[in-house]
């Protein structure tokens, strides 16, 4: 292969040569009762860390992502193993708030660091596994979305890449916070399972467009977006304008968001587990943006890696 792949096709490749891999936030195991979910995030200095943030961040962030997918699945989390891969310069002060940042997150969202690996690399790298555990009934996956069924999110869209243009251009933003510190939505997305009108689950790591582009791969369908329903992180249109902050929430990523198809006879239930905006809905096929009664297809684009082969 000649020049670099993305992160995607690369997977595809993989899944060619692995016999088949279920694409979703997690791998499902069959545990007896309960499933048993599990998911592995890796984490670098020079991709995931900005200059600004501190090593508890560091560690927060590296245990939030992975709490994340576990979210995603409708689980509660059961343990998170941790591989660090620390460079010469970490020294005592680095290690002991990189390691109560693991300790912090994982505490705050009911669960604990259970085991891990420690090694030296010439670049900060974390690699988080998350453990959960889901009754069967109640699992949640990205295939599932049906025509007719609405699109929702939890929070808000492109606070993380509104975090990451003030960052970048030097900008006082509250954004930044929710850059560094992602919060992974567990509570809601046990709550949602739980209301039993959920379709089809993930979190938007890489951006709302494909995140769409990923469920609409495995669910067999197409998505509806109006423009206007986009809840957009407070203070990121005044901060880089309407078209940037609608471009934030498709495809700059970060946010670790719920995203996912709801029963439309499921939205009093699903509203009462946790608060939610209906951003959309199901369609046959497309993925597409509405606005004003026009409609123009969301490309697709996002956080994605690119790998040199
Ligand atoms: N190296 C790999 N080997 C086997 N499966 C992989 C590999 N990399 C990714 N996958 C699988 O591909 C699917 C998509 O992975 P991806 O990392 O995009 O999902 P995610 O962890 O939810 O997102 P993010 O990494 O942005 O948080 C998952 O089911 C994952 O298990
Ligand atoms: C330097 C720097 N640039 C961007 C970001 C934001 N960011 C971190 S992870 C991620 C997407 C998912 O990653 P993955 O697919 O690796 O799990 C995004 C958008 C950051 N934290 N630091
Ligand atoms: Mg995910
Ligand atoms: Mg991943
Ligand atoms: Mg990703």
């Not at 310069?89 to 940042?101: K, M, P, R, T, V």
């Not at 919060?183 to 399972?193: D, G």
């Not at 951006?207 to 067999?220: H, K, M, N, R």
Request: hydrophobic share 45%.
């Amino acid at each position: 292969m000649n020049g670099a792949i993305g992160e995607r096709d690369l997977i595809r490749r993989i899944s060619v040569i692995l016999g088949g891999l279920e694409n979703d936030d997690c791998a499902v195991i069959d545990a007896g009762e309960r499933y048993l979910v599990a998911s592995t995030d890796m984490l670098h200095q020079k991709t995931d860390f900005p200059d600004i943030m501190n090593p508890w961040q560091m560690g927060w962030m590296a245990v939030a992502v992975n709490l994340s997918d576990i979210a995603a699945m409708g689980a509660e989390p059961a343990g998170v193993l941790i591989a660090a891969g620390l460079p010469p310069e970490a020294d005592q002060y680095f290690i002991d708030e990189l390691f109560s940042g693991f300790g912090d997150c994982a505490a705050l969202y009911g669960t604990r660091i259970l085991g891990g690996d420690t090694d030296s690399h010439l670049e900060l790298t974390i690699t988080g596994t998350s453990l959960g555990f889901v009754e069967k009934e109640l699992i949640l996956r990205r295939r599932g979305a049906r025509a007719g069924d609405l699109l929702c999110t939890t929070g808000s869209l492109g606070a993380a890449g509104g975090g990451l243009w003030a960052w970048q251009n030097g900008a006082k933003s509250e954004l930044i916070t929710s850059l560094l510190e992602p919060e992974p939505r567990l509570k809601e997305a046990r709550a949602l399972a739980k209301s039993g009108s959920v379709t089809a689950m993930m979190d938007n790591s890489d951006g709302l467009a494909l995140s769409l582009s990923d469920l609409s791969e495995v669910s067999g369908v197409g998505f509806l977006v109006y423009q206007d329903k986009l809840p957009l992180a407070p203070g990121l249109v005044e901060m880089v304008g309407q078209e940037n902050a609608i471009d934030m929430a498709l495809s700059a990523g970060g946010d670790y968001e719920l995203v996912f198809t709801l029963r439309s006879s499921g939205l009093e239930a699903a509203r009462r587990a946790c608060d939610l905006t209906v951003i959309g809905e199901v369609v046959e096929e497309g993925i597409w943006m509405e606005r004003a009664g026009k409609r123009r297809q969301i490309e697709r684009l996002g956080y994605e890696h690119r790998i040199g082969l």
